[in-house]
């Protein structure tokens, strides 16, 4: 009877080792990393700057257009804004989350936004240039909950 265990258990025993052998002798390969092909631009995509939504922001707004624009603020009950072509204007002191609507005075300008400031001191600056394309322009700059900054 021992020695049916015995080469029972052998049988066993080289069972066991011919499952893992592969995995022990087998060829080390390194992970690698596939390119990132999941990546898909659109306004869902925030943009490189962030800003502190627990502090005020000061929003510049840089009309190089050539053309008079108008803007205002989401909630706003103010009239909107006008700014003229080559003219800076903005919003200081802009409280947590908000739209920003940047719009011609008059006519059918597409427009194209470039944002850029510091995450520092919460000032963001929105470029507001003619679109290349007149039906691909955005007139709206969200400042989000969560300190990212959307354009659409």
């Given at each position: ?17 011919s ?6 002798f ?56 006008q700014?003229a ?15 920003v609507?940047?719009y ?28 290349k ?20």
């Open positions: 009877m021992l020695t049916s265990f015995r080469s029972g258990l052998s049988v066993l025993s080289l069972v066991c080792l499952a893992i052998a592969p995995a022990l087998a060829p080390r390969v390194d992970a690698q990393d596939p390119p990132a092909e999941t990546f898909q631009p659109g306004p869902w995509q925030p943009e490189a700057i962030r800003f502190n939504p627990q502090k005020p922001v000061q929003l510049t707004i840089l009309n190089k257009t050539g053309s008079p624009l108008r803007y205002e603020r989401s909630g706003d009950l103010t009239e909107p804004r700014l072509a080559g003219g800076t204007g903005g919003l200081s002191e802009v409280d947590g989350p908000t739209y609507f940047i011609p005075e008059s006519g059918n300008l597409a427009l194209d936004f470039a944002i850029g400031g510091t995450d520092l001191d919460n000032k963001i600056t929105v470029t507001v240039t003619p679109a394309d007149s039906s691909d322009g955005q007139n709206t700059v969200n400042l989000h909950q969560t300190g990212a900054v959307y354009i659409y």
